[in-house]
């Protein structure tokens, strides 16, 4: 693919009208053709960023979801889990602490 931003743009642009064509077209819940078209968005919004990083050293704001930032999602569920559950044990090693401090 160029390296020129201005075309790597055209392309973007283009998936993105390919892209609500597939959806306002959409035959299932599955079709095909919208999954490739949000394939194809994925693509060439990499390249765009690729192309505009190489010739001007900038990015987008924008960051594109994968599989893996869903499991991360769960992941820092699991992670509040675990906070709670360490407040939980901290507030009562601060009250066995103060137990047997009233105890001495």
Request: proline share 3%.
């Amino acid at each position: 693919m160029s390296n020129d931003p201005r075309a790597a743009l055209d392309a973007l642009t283009s998936a993105l009208a390919e892209h609500l064509n597939a959806v306002a077209n959409r035959r299932s819940d599955e079709d095909p053709a919208v999954d490739e078209a949000y394939d194809r968005i994925a693509e060439t919004f990499e390249a765009y960023e690729d192309s505009l990083w190489d010739s001007y050293s900038e990015s987008t704001p924008l960051d594109l979801f994968a599989a893996e930032d869903d499991e991360d999602e769960d992941e820092d569920g699991d992670e509040e889990d675990t906070e709670d559950n360490n407040e939980l044990e901290d507030a009562e090693d601060d009250a066995d602490g103060e137990g047997s401090a009233n105890q001495a």
